[in-house]
């Protein structure tokens, strides 16, 4: 059996999907289901146990796993709860790190590239602890994971006893199905499409930058097929460890994803560009790329799926249909 928590989530429950589709049916799921309709991203999986966050420590106690995949997590940007968060993303990762360390369980988690910050140190998944302190993160949710890629850092240079097979996934700009619950957190694309198909027009940033166009912030925005293909090979090479970075290494603007959506509907793309509101102009980040030559080196060969294919995907098969979940 597999546990992944944060499984009715927007990444969970597409690996969840990968994973039965690998066959896998004995697949538990740790979440919370709430009300807001986040059990449809699950409404078509095969799952072996749904388990309650608070339920999760009995629920390990004497079970033997094949692996935890660890995406649970407050992931919204803006949370201002520190105590919350700690505990969530922080404490509680410890402790799967402990369970699984004690119990020989491959531990697969996320990160974010959120730990870059503005990106001023760059976006290269250096491991080294010198490298990862030099990181500043600009936000709860961001620091949160910094300080668990800190933690795993040094218990590595330490040669403390980890996982058999242990790997952090700093996740760039992930969209596609199953995201809609994520209110502002959703992808801009999942935000917008609703204008795009009614013929209204797409409103995007100003650009507040000298030398950049508007709409012409750029980040590196990879589809979640892509995303959970990274996890599934991870799972059948377990011989591969370390933190990397999962991105496809192109950054792309907002408005190539608009262009590409409006080219997926056959339609004339209809932009706005509005002012950015001035409590973020100083802290917006203009530019996200990752480097993803760590990945490769360790053998990944999957690719990735280049935006134009990855939207037209997304809007074809899920966003333009009355329903939209994978």
Known sequence: MLLVTGGAGFIGSNVVAALNDAGRADVAVCDLLGH????????????ADIVPPAQLADWLGGRRLEAIIHLGAISETTATDGDLVIETNFRLSMRLLDWCTANGTP???ASSAATY???????????SIPALRALRPMNLYGWS??????????????????PPQWAGLKFFNVFGPNEYHKGTMMSVLARRFDDI????PVQLFKSHREGIADGDQRRDFIYVDDVARVMMWLLSVPSVSGLFNVGTGTARSFKDMMASAYAALGAAPNIQYIDMPEAIRGSYQYFTQSEVDRLQRAGYNGGFTALEEAVGMYVKGFLDR?????
């Open 36 to 47: 807001d309709g986040k059990w449809r991203n699950l409404a078509k999986r095969q799952l």
């Open 107 to 109: 531990f697969i988690y």
């Open 117 to 127: 910050g503005d990106g001023g140190q760059g976006f290269r998944d250096d491991p």
């Open 145 to 162: 994971k910094h300080l668990f890629d800190m933690a795993v850092a040094e218990r590595v240079a330490r040669g403390d006893k980890l």
């Open 197 to 200: 198909k009614a013929g209204r």
């Open 322 to 326: 009355a329903d939209r979940f994978r």
